[in-house]
């Protein structure tokens, strides 16, 4: 209760069985800020990381802090190797939902990432380009892989993807070609208005479980409810965000206490 964290002031901390860390923050703002407190303390420590970085609205405030970090404490990131976790397929650069334009426009030009790889969104062989990508990630051991949760739909009763692993996905997979889910497709087009495709490339569950290190961000009731049903339920396809509980002492989630309201363990 009440101790401090690098800089950001945590509520509390959830012990949970299987997840080393879950830390409860007043704010949004306050989660966001303490994630980027903590990467940058993981690049500090080790400046030639290769960094997974997730994409999507729950990250925007935490790569800000980091920008900020950069310009204003010295973190460095010019050593580091960065890689996506996912992509829309097929998708152009150009595309207002395109996760290369999000990782151009809010990591690589703003943390000084020189060196990264990006999906190719177009490529004429997508099964090909996730095994390209996937090769890659083998030849740079990821220090940190940086996560959100998808939504959940109560209509569906499904939702809590990582990356864009959706339920079903086998928790062996590597980088593969996926089919969204109904909830997904339905957040992205009906609540977005983004012409969204039905498919994307991401990494597998065995990726992102092969991290040193694996930092989940949520805020929101809403996302409280996709950690509720992967963290409180049984580990299963299902769920896929579940799996993290098998490697869950590399875990730690940063959540704000709107989402810790769903978590009642
Ligand atoms: C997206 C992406 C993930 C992201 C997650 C949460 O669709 N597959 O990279 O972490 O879902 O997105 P958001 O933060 O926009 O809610």
Known sequence: MGRKYSKTEIVREIKHP???????????????????????????????SSIVFATGETMIPVYSYLATSV?????????????????????????????????????????????????????????????????????????????????????????????????GTPFTAETHLAKLDKATISRDRDERGQNTPDMAITLGIANILSAKNIFLVAYGRNKGKSLRESLLKHIHPLRPASALRLQGRKVSIFIDREAASQLSL
């Open 71 to 167: 310009d204003q404490d010295g973190v460095d990131f010019s050593k580091t190797t960065g890689f996506h976790l996912d992509e829309y397929f097929p998708c152009a650069p150009s595309e207002e939902h395109s996760f290369v334009k999000y990782l151009r426009k809010w990591v690589w030009g703003p943390l000084g990432i020189t060196r990264f790889y990006e999906i190719n969104g177009l490529a004429q062989n997508p099964r090909a380009e996730a095994a390209r990508y996937n090769r890659l990630l083998k030849d740079h051991p990821v220090e940190l892989a940086i996560l959100g949760i998808g939504p959940w739909s109560p209509e569906t009763n499904t939702g809590g993807h990582i990356g864009f692993n959706e339920r």
């Open 18 to 48: 299987e997840i080393e860390h879950i830390f409860v923050f007043p704010s949004k703002e306050e989660a966001a800020r303490a994630t980027a407190e903590r990467i940058a303390e993981i690049i500090n420590q080790k400046p030639n």
